[in-house]
T-cell receptor, first 115, second 110 residues
């Protein structure tokens, strides 16, 4: 069974500082990996995804993530955070086989930005 | 520009009452999903559908039923609500793995 672990429940960083959110997955085959962001009272929005190819993927809002197969990780990074990045972030692993296209989400990391 | 629309956005029920949440998408997606979100537990898949007329169980299907009579609509029903079903419910549709979410429906069962 596929699973996702986000070990950090809550992270606080200063505005302008760098950010790394951790994600570890368990999956029996080549994983499809995603990061989503959820602002308060909103649904989730896709930040970036990894299907294959280059292990460093770029997303929206200046985020990037690196797929490391040897570590079963897909950590999210941003070099300089903005106050508007305060939100909850979810890592997900997916199965895109036809008829079985569904994602398993981690429990999320809440990001707080301090001035 | 609607995307995925959920109704209602808020609802309070008494234990034992029934209700239906409606999800509508205008992107012609085949796949649709119902998730519930609870503090510290992330999103858990309740039921999903890979096309009109088909549904399948997800991770936490007990106490819920779904129907996909039209491609654009995915209904989630609670036949006899329980306090454990207090949650925020999200509907989503997907295309090549990318999920598009509605804004959520907050349900409280007293």
């Amino acid at each position: 069974a596929q699973s996702v672990t986000q070990p950090d429940i809550h992270i606080t960083v200063s505005e302008g500082a760098s950010l790394e959110l951790r994600c570890n997955y368990s999956y029996g085959a080549t994983p499809y990996l995603f990061w989503y962001v959820q602002s308060p009272g909103q649904g989730l929005q896709l930040l970036l995804k990894y299907f294959s190819g280059d292990t460093l993927v770029q997303g929206i809002k200046g985020f990037e993530a690196e797929f490391k197969r040897s570590q079963s990780s897909f950590n999210l990074r941003k070099p300089s955070v903005h106050w508007s990045d305060a939100a909850e972030y979810f890592c997900a692993v997916g199965n895109l086989n036809f008829g079985n296209e569904k994602l398993t989400f981690g429990t999320g990391t809440r990001l707080t930005i301090i001035p | 520009n609607a995307g995925v629309t959920q109704t209602p956005k808020f609802r309070v029920l008494k234990t034992g009452q029934s209700m239906t949440l409606l999800c509508a998408q205008d992107m012609n997606h085949e796949y649709m999903y119902w998730y519930r979100q609870d503090p510290g537990m992330g999103l858990r898949l309740i039921h999903y559908s890979v096309g009109e007329g088909t549904t399948a169980k997800g991770e936490v299907p007990d106490g819920y039923n779904v129907s996909r009579l039209k491609k654009q609509n995915f209904l989630l029903g609670l036949e006899s609500a329980a306090p454990s079903q207090t949650s925020v419910y999200f509907c989503a549709s997907s295309h090549v793995g990318e999920l598009f979410f509605g804004e959520g429906s907050r349900l409280t069962v007293l």
